[in-house]
């Protein structure tokens, strides 16, 4: 892959990144500097980079990810909350019945664990196969299934609680 | 077979990976049928199809393409532009240096005319390094340096 095939391909999966690096990091700004760090490495190491081995979009959501975690490693506060988990930043068309479901989509997802958090994301938002999700992930292929499954039951149940306010 | 004889053995997990088209078409069939006698996975396969859903619409980041573009390019620009001053920089002082080492060991040439020539390099010199110093002290305090024309 050239690096303008690359460039361009990695500029359409930012936006999927970003949502992930949210999910991990717990803000927006945060996330943002984390797929910057991380779109500057994929770059970089664009030579170690195997299309027969997986999907530009596996790979790189790895790098997005384990960025993620060296920056929580050095700054992640204990029982620190998390601010804003979906991206605050509503566009004029924006129906109020929307913005109130991603409310509680947001409060929802805040209350699950981390890695809950993170396999919802890459299996519903950015639509990976059980597959890439182990890859990147790293976890036994076997596993993600039940994992994904208690996630979005937990998910479930802590968004009806919201909505039932 | 009513609910109560097949609460214990509901499909569980297998719900997800039927919505996923994750299961291989024996697990399919079963969860299918299953379905069509247990209201209770009926309902959480239903509630898990909503949230799905729910996640796929949401707004979970509203940063564009573009946006992501142009930090790409912003990266490589200023790692092109670094390297290009390395080089750019190391390459005057090395025609300096030679220069220099030169017109010092130019037997040629008297003291006072190496005096003439290293005042007028000299003074270059002194004006180009006040230039740049006068161009990076503005760079850092121009509000305007962002702004497109």
């Known amino acids: 892959m050239n690096i303008n095939d690359m460039r361009r391909e ?56 384990h960025r993620c975690i060296d920056l929580l490693r050095g700054r992640r506060p204990a029982g ?83 909505d039932e306010r | 077979m009513n609910d109560r004889t097949m609460n214990e053995d509901h499909v569980g997990e297998m719900l997800s990976g039927y919505i996923d088209g994750e299961l291989t078409q024996q697990d399919r069939q079963r969860v299918r049928l299953h379905c069509e006698v247990c209201q209770h996975c009926r309902r959480q396969l239903e509630d898990l199809r909503t949230m799905r859903d729910r996640i796929g619409a949401a707004r979970l980041s509203t940063i564009d393409e573009n946006a992501w573009r142009e930090t790409m390019n912003d990266t490589t620009v200023r790692a092109t532009r670094g390297i290009g001053w390395l080089l750019f920089i190391g390459g005057i002082l090395l025609a300096a240096g ?34 740049l110093r006068q161009r990076l002290i503005e760079r850092k305090t121009d509000k305007y340096k962002d702004v497109e024309i």
């Open chain 1, 80 to 162: 620190g909350s998390i601010d804003a988990l979906t991206d605050a930043a509503p566009g004029p068309e924006e129906l109020l019945e929307l913005a109130d479901r991603d409310r509680n989509l947001q409060h929802a997802l805040d209350s699950l664990a981390d890695e809950q958090r993170q396999i919802i994301v890459l299996r519903d938002y950015l639509d990976f196969s059980y597959a890439e999700i182990a890859d990147i992930l790293r976890v036994p292929p076997g596993t993600v299934m039940s994992r994904l499954h208690r996630a979005r039951v937990a998910l479930g149940k802590a968004y009806r609680k919201y």
């Open chain 2, 98 to 131: 030679f220069a220099v080492y030169e017109i010092i060991t130019d037997s040629s040439l008297s003291a006072f005319e190496k005096t003439i020539i290293g005042g007028i390099y000299g003074g270059l010199l002194l004006l180009f390094v006040s230039v």
């Open chain 1, 10 to 65: 990695l500029a359409h999966l930012g936006n999927g990144a970003h949502a992930l690096a949210i999910q991990i990091l717990g803000n927006s700004d945060d996330a943002a500097d984390a797929v910057q760090d991380a779109l500057a490495q994929a770059l970089g190491r664009r030579n170690q980079y195997r299309p027969e081995r997986g999907p530009l979009k596996a790979w790189f959501l790895g790098i997005v990810r």
